[in-house]
């Protein structure tokens, strides 16, 4: 009995370290449980925190996105949309439902249904393009980049797209293009040779190009600029073109000399300006080539005859000069002669004998006139004089003062002469000669001549006008002309018309007339406001 109570004490005992040994491990279970479900909980804490972030970042980016979002799902009805989708189509999927067919153009309708197989097929296409139609603003030419959402037994469940408007672009584009075309029309049918260089190298030329140097585009392709030059011309463009290089200059023009394919050259006016890229180099350089071989020999021949006029000229005024004195001398001389033989033989000589004597020294005193009158044509736009404001009010009335007018025939100004920009001498020459002939020329018994003025444009206008005998219509033409007269009864030199037409022609006015017989005349003629 005792034995079996033993044996059912030390069971007991057993019992107990083993259920004390249980309640540890249990104890010790339980802590690491508590541990782990703490850090699960830590863990889903910061996973749900991540979770929001990523939420909110996302929708930052979903709202704030420039091109257009579109989430449909796997029917096609839009389940959401950013405010850039809004904006494109017109819609508010809150207020109305939106299916995507909607916005397909009827023309792409199959082409949007074969893009869109390809999506469920593949999972994604890009570089889509085609037209849609807006609520607002009518039909829209897109991009879209578009792909399928699966669920977790990859099975399609929606759809996302970006859209990006492009009818803007492509409209540039179309411009740019029509743009690109003109301009390359212009160059390819420029009278100017067009050639596009890169550090010397030939990357492009124009038909003119090519037929000035006799050879083809291909062939020119294969040169430099130094292989079509003379080696001292080109050395200088290649200094300028090395300041074009260093950022110097973007522009020069050097006239030099081309060779040709025969070997052969001529010479060419050439200006050449640069591309750059964006940080300031050199991209390529442009240069437009005008062949001006004619034109320099045409200015060559231009200064020789420049040069011999201005020679001719000297010697011809220099000629007049001379002739004119000795002419001059004797006609004074001759002058003196008959004066004395008047004087001297006054008693003697008869009446037929002192006509004639009158009627000599006349025409020695017309000869000298005439003679003075050369000096005068031939020195009128060879007497430099500095241009100043003259008053014509003041020039005209001195001129009046100054000049013979009989009692009979009265001067009149009209209008207040304005003051142009000239030199006094020749402004002087102009009025006096006309008044001189409007006096000379006046047989009515009471002769009145008008002076006025009348704005126009940039010129003025005067009119000498006189209620003299007139002029016939056949000597309009040729009055102006030297030595032209209308008759051989006065003293007329026929050159004061003449000086008067080269003033005119001087201040680059025009002169003419209007006159009839027995009425009068008056002259008309134009000086420029600024001269």
């Not at 979770?51 to 799902?73: H, R």
């Not at 591309?275 to 240069?287: H, L, M, P, W």
């Not at 008759?487 to 009839?516: H, M, Q, R």
Request: contains cysteine; charged residues 25%.
């Amino acid at each position: 009995m005792s034995n079996e109570l033993e044996i059912l004490q030390r069971a007991l005992q057993r019992e107990k370290a083993a259920r004390k040994q249980a309640e540890q491990i249990l104890e010790g279970k339980s802590k690491e449980l508590y541990q782990i479900t703490q850090e699960l909980k830590d863990a889903n804490a910061k996973l749900e925190d991540g979770l929001t972030e990523k939420t909110s970042e996302l929708q930052g980016v979903f709202g704030n996105l420039v091109d257009a979002y579109v989430l449909m799902d796997i029917s096609g009805n839009v389940i959401k949309m950013n405010h850039s989708a809004k904006e494109l189509f017109g819609y508010d999927i809150n207020q109305e439902k939106l299916n995507i067919v909607k916005l397909i153009y009827k023309e792409d309708y199959e082409y949007a249904m074969t893009s869109f197989q390809k999506l469920v097929a593949e999972g994604s296409f890009s570089n889509y393009q085609a037209r849609v139609y807006t609520k607002h603003k009518g039909v829209r030419t897109v991009h879209i980049n578009a792909s399928l959402i699966l669920n977790n037994k990859k099975q399609p469940i929606a759809a996302q797209g970006i859209v990006r408007d492009i009818t803007e672009e492509l409209e540039q584009k179309q411009i740019f293009e029509e743009q690109k075309k003109q301009l390359s029309a212009i160059v390819e049918n420029s009278s100017l040779g067009i050639a596009l260089t890169q550090f010397g190298k030939i990357l492009q030329t124009n038909k003119a190009f090519q037929s000035l140097l006799g050879y083809s585009n291909d062939e020119l392709l294969q040169k430099e600029v130094k292989n079509i030059s003379l080696k001292d011309e080109y050395l200088e463009s290649a200094s300028k073109m090395q300041q074009m290089n260093d950022g110097e200059i973007d522009y020069f023009s050097v006239n030099k000399r081309y060779v040709k394919k025969d070997g052969s050259w001529f010479w060419a006016k050439t200006n050449v300006a640069a591309v750059r890229n964006e940080d300031g180099s050199i991209k390529y350089q442009v240069a437009l080539i005008e062949d001006i071989t004619e034109q320099l020999e045409f200015e060559k021949q231009r200064d020789k005859l420049v040069k011999n006029l201005e020679k001719s000229n000297k010697e011809l005024n220099d000629y007049a000069h001379v002739v004119s004195h000795d002419l001059k001398s004797p006609l004074r001389s001759m002058n003196a002669l008959l004066t004395w033989l008047q004087e001297d033989y006054a008693e003697v000589l008869d009446a037929n004998a002192h006509n004639s004597l009158n009627m000599l020294l006349k025409k020695v005193d017309k000869m000298d006139h005439l003679i003075s009158g050369i000096l005068k044509y031939s020195s009128i736009d060879k007497v430099n004089h500095p241009k100043q404001n003259i008053a014509l009010q003041d020039i005209v009335t001195d001129i009046i003062d100054v000049i013979h007018i009989p009692n009979h025939i009265t001067i009149k100004i009209i209008t207040e002469l304005p003051v142009v920009i000239g030199d006094k001498f020749s402004l002087q020459q102009l009025f006096q000669n006309l008044l001189n002939n409007a006096v000379k020329y006046n047989d009515k018994e009471q002769g009145v001549i008008t002076v006025s003025c009348e704005q126009k444009d940039e010129f003025w206008e005067f009119a000498i006008t006189d209620n003299g005998a007139g002029i016939s219509k056949k000597y309009h033409d040729k009055i102006f002309q030297i030595f032209q007269t209308l008759d051989d009864k006065n003293e007329s030199t026929g050159v004061g018309l003449s000086i008067v037409k080269k003033i005119v022609d001087l201040y680059d006015g025009k002169i003419w007339l209007v006159s009839e017989e027995g009425i009068g005349t008056t002259f008309y003629f134009t000086l420029k406001n600024k001269i």
